[in-house]
């Protein structure tokens, strides 16, 4: 008995299994199209497979791209009539950013496209080297028409501890996330030249109701002097103005809901979700996304104030909103705000 | 057995009572001075915009500013400013007890010269303004409405 269960064991208890199994070459397609644009965008690569640990030796430039002829084209369609195609070319105009991957040979193949709302695009990859086509379907969204803010200049934003801004939105026909976008603008003088720059504000992703007539998202006033305290740093000499503020409102289709989705952080030990696709014959997302983009906008002085002489924000060096740092602008009751 | 026993199930199980208790958040809060409490009282400013011919929309708030005193009004440094919105009728002030100036202000967009006609100086983004003021108090909410001249 114990010799039957002892090669049982022996026997059943393999974990070999090989590790040097074909590379499958996947490829890996991202296009978002974005229809306040007249450019659009295309990525391929494919996966790798390398001799060392994956995730200590970057791959070599050459085997994350296909070789040969590679054939990317988009139509769009009416009633299941094509009415359109688009042929993309290469480009390496747009720097990938610096990370684990190479950024060298970082192609993307690009074409000249105006998305029209509520139609369908689809789009199709040959891969010569794989003699293989790569297909993918989405549906332009709608025209996206913010509310607030308005874009009037004469109009200030308040953003400060006790004062939110709240941007509004109508709903997008089978939009599937929103999200906005505050930038923060300011000049930055550092031995006499001045910079202009800018802090990019990602809010939460927002999911749409099913009966919402306007959507809404909560700017933090409060939660701005945290951004820029984590964001900047306290130099001497280095005198800051703040210029403005813009406002970035995207809607995205119900792919990139998906996506985002499944590529959130998993809750529960246990679980492992599969990242979503809609490509046929590889990985990656085909969607869409509309946005607005009202910018020009001006803080109100109370809020320039509070940066310059604000808990979080006052070593930052900026001026407040008469230009200066004399402290006998400083309103009295600036902590009561 | 066992050992498959620990490697699926415990290991699992102890991994996500440190990520409960061990990967908690460090949470920000909005207000840091949150519970503790202010005396204030509340200044509610019943912002609207007077009827004209012009089109909807076309006559919309552009500042409603709270000052301590007169000069701190016309000279700009404000107590509080709000965030207007075409949709919003009342805007609320929590303040401390006292006097404080108000001014509102709203901006005709229309083209042409009907901001002119419609008594706007300059035409388009022309503005009017209402200035007054408000005696704030303790736990209590003073209610105004800002007058717009034709």
Same mark, same amino acid.
């Given at each position: 008995m114990v010799a039957v269960l002892l090669m049982a064991g022996s026997y059943s208890c393999s974990t070999e299994f090989d590790i040097n199994a074909d590379n499958l070459e996947t490829p890996i397609v991202y296009c978002i199209l974005n229809t306040s644009d007249t450019i659009q965008y295309v990525r391929l690569q494919k996966t790798y497979l390398i001799d060392q640990a994956a995730l200590e030796y970057p791959p070599h430039p050459d085997?994350?791209?296909?070789?040969?002829?590679?054939?990317?084209?988009?139509? @769009?369609?009416? /009633?299941?009539?094509? !009415?359109?195609?688009?042929?993309?070319?290469?480009?390496?105009?747009?720097?990938?950013?610096? *990370?684990?991957?190479?950024?060298?040979?970082?192609?993307?193949?690009?074409?000249?496209?105006?998305?029209?709302?509520?139609?369908? =695009?689809?789009?199709y990859i040959y891969l010569g080297s794989k003699e293989k086509v790569v297909y993918a379907q989405t549906s332009s969204l709608g025209k996206l028409t913010v509310v607030d803010p308005l874009?009037?200049?004469? @109009?200030?934003?308040?953003? =400060?501890?006790?004062?939110?801004?709240?941007?509004?939105?109508?709903?997008? #026909?089978?939009?599937?996330?929103?999200?906005?976008?505050? @930038?923060?603008? =300011?000049?930055?003088?550092?031995?006499?030249?001045?910079?202009?720059?800018?802090?990019?504000?990602?809010?939460?992703?927002?999911?749409?109701?099913?009966?919402? #007539?306007?959507?809404?998202?909560?700017?933090?006033?409060?939660?701005?002097?945290?951004?820029?305290?984590?964001?900047?740093?306290? &130099?001497? *000499?280095?005198?800051?103005?703040? #210029?403005?503020? +813009?406002?970035?409102?995207?809607?995205?289709?119900?792919?990139?809901?998906?996506?985002? &989705?499944?590529?959130?952080?998993? &809750?529960?030990?246990?679980?492992?979700?599969?990242?979503?696709?809609?490509?046929?014959?590889? !990985? %990656?997302?085909?969607?869409?996304?509309? &946005?607005?983009?009202?910018?020009?906008?001006?803080?109100?002085?109370?809020?320039? +104030?509070?940066?310059?002489? %604000?808990? =979080?924000? @006052? +070593?930052?060096?900026?001026?407040?909103?008469?230009? /200066?740092?004399?402290?006998?602008?400083?309103? !009295?009751?600036?902590?009561?705000? | 057995m066992f050992k498959l026993m620990i490697k699926r199930i415990l290991l699992p199980i102890v991994a996500g009572m440190f990520q409960i208790v061990g990967c908690d958040p460090t949470v920000i809060p909005d207000d840091p001075d949150e519970g503790t409490k202010k005396i204030v009282g509340t200044l509610e400013v019943e912002f609207r915009v007077p009827a004209s011919y012009l089109p909807a929309n076309r006559v919309v708030r552009a500042d409603l500013s709270i000052a301590k005193t007169a000069e701190e009004l016309y000279k700009g440094h404000f107590y509080q400013v709000a965030n207007v919105y075409n949709s919003k009728l009342v805007y609320t002030f929590d303040l401390p007890p006292g006097n404080y100036y108000y001014q509102a202000g709203i901006v005709c967009l229309a083209s042409g010269d009907s901001c002119s006609a419609a008594g706007f100086p300059g035409g388009k983004y022309g503005m009017k303004w209402a200035i007054g003021t408000a005696t704030v108090v303790e736990d209590e909410t003073v209610h105004v409405t800002p007058q717009f001249t034709r």
């Open positions: 085997s994350m791209v296909f070789p040969g002829e590679i054939v990317v084209t988009m139509e @769009r369609l009416q /009633d299941n009539v094509v !009415l359109e195609t688009y042929r993309f070319q290469p480009t390496t105009d747009i720097k990938k950013d610096t *990370g684990f991957f190479p950024t060298e040979k970082h192609v993307l193949y690009m074409a000249k496209a105006v998305i029209k709302p509520n139609s369908v =695009y689809r789009l874009n009037l200049s004469i @109009r200030k934003i308040s953003l =400060y501890n006790g004062s939110n801004f709240t941007c509004r939105w109508e709903p997008v #026909e089978d939009a599937g996330l929103y999200q906005v976008v505050v @930038r923060f603008r =300011y000049n930055e003088t550092r031995n006499g030249i001045t910079t202009p720059k800018f802090i990019n504000w990602s809010q939460d992703y927002i999911t749409p109701g099913t009966s919402d #007539e306007y959507l809404s998202k909560d700017i933090s006033g409060a939660r701005l002097a945290h951004i820029l305290d984590e964001s900047l740093v306290s &130099e001497a *000499g280095v005198v800051r103005t703040v #210029e403005g503020i +813009d406002f970035q409102v995207m809607s995205g289709a119900v792919e990139l809901k998906y996506f985002m &989705e499944s590529t959130a952080p998993t &809750e529960g030990a246990l679980m492992e979700k599969p990242v979503y696709t809609n490509i046929i014959n590889g !990985l %990656g997302v085909f969607s869409t996304i509309s &946005e607005v983009d009202i910018s020009g906008l001006f803080l109100s002085g109370v809020s320039i +104030d509070s940066i310059a002489y %604000g808990q =979080y924000t @006052r +070593d930052l060096g900026f001026l407040d909103h008469t230009g /200066d740092r004399d402290s006998t602008n400083e309103p !009295l009751e600036l902590e009561e705000l | -």
